[in-house]
């Protein structure tokens, strides 16, 4: 079939368009409005993806030139970049995030995420090591890198095609081919991409995309094929466990990226206005829906009151709309069935006697929008460590603001968690600054700053936050599997 429709969102294996049988909704989440029909993929289309992805794999994609390979991963970019428009808006209906947002966070990101890695594998080294040999004699070790096999890519919904490419770069540019399962909530883009992806060459069956859900869907069907050699996977930890279970069988390579519950920390000695803005990004973009965002925040006293009043005058601030109009800064949350889930911790914080200091509800939308799935920006206050809106990840626009006295008692509060993703610490004295980095347990730490990516650097996640790391030549370590060879001379 052609995928003329844009209310269709088909299967895409061997480089052509399936359709299932059973079909499920897509909405928009500002307004609840149809979206369109995706294909629900079944065990019979998965095992066909992964199929079609080993054929590549054995045949024209391994054999190609890693030149050429890169040169093609920079057409998907730029082929991406010219249908701009498409995909911000396709992003934007997803997940109805603001229009600033996805024009220079997600789409951007997602396609330069194929030049990014195309680069880092054509640029970087192989070790070699010489030896003295018993004998006498010599040998040289060097190590080479072949592609791991046929990838299965299980993606979340809150940075829909930013995320996804962030696992497909790097692995097409070592080599490998990919199943990938979108979220069911954000199938748009990377079926986008598969248009992409035809029209620059890419051969089929080196990118595949099946639809569906986790459990008793094209997830678990995908993680149970054994034709499948390795499993990337960014969501929720519980999901996280359950792959893993799955990638038991057949001893395969897992990369998980998982949830977090992460502290943000402001000293007294901080640049106020820097902190209170910095917090109030980590806290509130994208509805809070960013697993690098802060749920937990710790002032020391001195300033407590007075960032406490600041943080709220900013999330008062933010204006709710129409994601596509100018202005707009804050977006419904992804579904009806997400707001359920955040609005049970809405309710929980009262019942566990937190002081609300702004929002706490849903708010007022004007016209359609009042039927999307909209919260207020929320700040609490008073709550025990204990309760369970500090210890759960909640991924909503909320945060919980608790004073500390001493850098050890930040540090001490910052680690109770089962958790280990990243931090964000505000302060201008520099030996504080380093003494904390050194003393949270998280993969990611940042100082006077949040959410600021340099692509070649480690992302990852400590503790329950994930296993692996990503990003620049750490990537390699997932995509390929090294080889040493020996040679004695
Ligand atoms: P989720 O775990 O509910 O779903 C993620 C994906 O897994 C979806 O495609 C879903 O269909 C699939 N899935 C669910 N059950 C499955 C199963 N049993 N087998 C196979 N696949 C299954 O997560 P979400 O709600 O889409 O995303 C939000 C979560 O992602 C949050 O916890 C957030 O912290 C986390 N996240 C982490 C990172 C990171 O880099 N560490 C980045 C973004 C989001």
Redesign the pocket.
């Known amino acids: 079939m052609n995928r003329t429709q844009r209310d269709r969102y088909p299967n895409f294996i061997n480089g052509q368009w399936v359709q299932s049988e059973k079909c499920f909704q897509n909405r928009n989440p500002a307004d609840n409005t149809l979206l369109g029909s995706v294909s629900e993929a079944g065990r019979a289309e998965v095992d066909a993806a992964v199929q079609a992805a080993r054929a590549a794999l054995d045949g024209p994609w391994s054999k190609m030139t890693t030149a050429r390979r890169a040169e093609l991963l920079h057409a998907v970019a730029d082929g991406i970049m010219a249908r701009f428009d498409e995909f911000v808006a396709a992003e934007i209906a997803d997940t109805g995030k603001p229009y600033h947002l996805a024009s220079h966070l997600d789409i951007p990101r997602g396609a330069a995420n194929f030049k990014i890695f195309a680069d880092v594998v054509k640029n970087v080294p192989a070790e070699s090591f010489e030896m003295a040999t018993p004998d006498g004699g010599q040998a040289i070790n060097y190590a080479v890198r072949s592609p791991k096999g046929v990838i299965g890519v ?6 829909p095609l930013l ?1 996804m490419t962030w696992k497909v770069g790097p692995a097409l540019a070592c080599g490998n081919t990919v199943v990938v ?5 954000t199938p748009a883009t990377a079926t986008l991409l598969a248009e992409v992806m035809n029209a620059v060459g890419i051969p089929p069956g080196v990118y595949n995309v099946v639809h ?4 008793d ?4 069907f ?2 149970a094929d054994a034709g499948v050699d390795a499993i990337t ?8 466990e ?2 893993m279970a ?1 990638a038991a069988r057949g001893i395969r390579a897992v990369s998980m ?4 519950k992460n502290a943000g920390i402001v000293f007294a000695d901080c640049d106020f206005d820097k902190a209170v803005a910095g917090i109030a990004r980590a806290a509130f973009d994208n509805s809070g ?4 965002g802060t749920e937990r925040v710790y002032v020391q006293r001195p300033i407590f009151e007075r960032f406490v009043a600041a943080l709220k005058d900013k999330a008062e601030s933010l204006r709710l709309g129409d994601p596509l109009a100018e202005g707009t800064s804050f977006g419904p949350l992804v579904s009806l069935e ?1 707001r359920r889930k955040v609005l049970s911790y809405y309710a929980r914080a009262v019942g566990d006697g937190a002081t609300v200091v702004t929002g706490g509800g849903v708010p007022d939308m004007p016209g359609a929008l009042g039927e999307g799935a909209w919260v207020q920006p929320t700040i609490w206050t008073g709550l025990p460590e204990s309760s369970a809106v500090i210890r759960e ?1 909640i ?1 909503g626009p909320c945060c919980h603001i608790a004073p500390f006295d001493t850098e050890e008692e930040a540090a001490a509060l910052a680690n109770d968690t089962q958790y280990g ?1 990243a931090t964000t610490i505000w302060t201008r004295d520099i030996g504080t600054a380093h003494r904390m980095a050194g003393a949270i347990k998280v993969g990611i730490c940042w100082i006077n700053s949040w959410f600021l990516r340099d692509l070649r650097t480690a ?3 400590a503790k329950q ?2 296993i692996g790391r990503e990003g620049g030549v750490h990537s390699l370590e997932f995509y390929t599997e090294l080889k040493n060879v020996c040679v004695k001379l």
């Open positions: 299980i993606c979340p919904w809150n940075l995320l399962k979108p979220s069911e909530e569906g859900f986790g459990k869907s094209a997830g678990e995908l993680t996977f960014t969501g929720e930890t519980g999901t996280g359950a792959i799955a990226e998982l949830g977090g829906q960013v697993c690098l997400h990840e991924f993703l992302f990852g996640g936050s994930g």
